[in-house]
């Protein structure tokens, strides 16, 4: 397969789907979460991915406008074909929880599928934050968010660590959404990057939140070197009501789960991949 073109800021639009792919994508999204369904999704997302040859395709998907780039990104390429497999449980979760002013932090927001997903069903009093420290993601982000009419969503570009200041980030290139504060995929070991950091703390100051309705986390196996400052050093009533993350127990070097119990949180959400964990 020919290599993925760089990012394309064009009018949304110039990549919308042929015939032959738009037949599959209308076809993956009917699949059922069954053994069988994905088996055929996933077989017609290949023949789709050859056909394309490199390009992004521009779709609406959880209820937004998207250009993505299915090549060197898991979302990306989840959210095209089959965003009914896109964390429906979780997103469920996040869906209850929206009230009129809901208040979310996407930190690892990579394109934007939860933080849009959050931003078409909160309504405009929500507030909502989407972090991303890659730059070329960030890219992608930021397109995505101004295709639609969600005036309440803001994007930084930096990660989120124990401590102000840069860090180094390592790169999975077949799959981005895998890049860490930690190498946690083989691939990553040879491919960094520099990128800003601020904790938790520092980006609840500068943006003057007084409450926090859910935070997501997707840091792949960094998220206790993000939340245990957060809780030694945040004031009561900022303290995210829900969180939700992947979870990372092998790759964590503090006791989270622990962290978390001793703060207050009952976990209320398990699946293969990610956890969530609520407080009263």
């Not at 993601?137 to 200041?165: H, M, W």
């Not at 790169?171 to 691939?187: Q, Y």
Request: hydrophobic share 40%; with cysteine; glycine share 8%.
């Amino acid at each position: 397969m020919p290599a993925p073109i760089a990012n394309d800021n064009a009018a949304f639009g110039q990549y919308e789907p042929g015939g032959f792919t738009r037949r599959v994508i209308a076809a993956t999204r009917r699949c059922s979460a069954s053994w069988a369904g994905k088996r055929q999704a996933f077989f017609l997302r290949g023949l789709a991915l050859r056909v394309l040859a490199g390009r992004p395709l521009d779709v609406e998907a959880l209820g937004a406008r998207m250009r993505l780039y299915p090549y060197n990104n898991v979302c990306e390429k989840r959210i095209l074909f089959t965003p009914q497999y896109f964390d429906e449980a979780e997103r469920g979760l996040v869906r209850a929880r929206i009230h009129r002013d809901f208040v979310f932090i996407d930190i690892g927001a990579n394109i934007g599928g939860y933080t849009l997903y959050t931003a078409a069903l909160a309504g405009p009093r929500a507030r909502i934050l989407a972090i991303e420290p890659q730059p070329e993601i960030f890219e992608r982000l930021v397109y995505n968010i101004r295709q639609n009419p969600f005036s309440n969503v803001k994007a930084l570009n930096c990660a989120v660590s124990d401590t102000d200041g840069e860090i180094t980030l390592f790169v999975a290139p077949r799959n981005r959404g895998e890049t860490s504060m930690r190498i946690v995929n083989s691939e990553a070991g040879g491919v960094e990057i520099r990128a800003p950091a601020k904790t938790l703390m520092s980006i609840v100051g500068d943006e003057k939140f007084e409450r926090i309705d859910a935070v997501k986390l997707d840091v792949e196996g960094a998220e206790d070197l993000i939340l245990e400052p957060f809780f030694r050093d945040a004031p009561r009533h900022v303290w995210p009501k829900l969180l939700l993350m992947e979870y990372s127990h092998g790759k964590w070097a503090a006791d989270l789960p622990r962290i978390l119990g001793e703060c207050g949180y009952r976990e209320v959400l398990r699946t293969r991949q990610n956890v969530a964990y609520e407080i009263d």
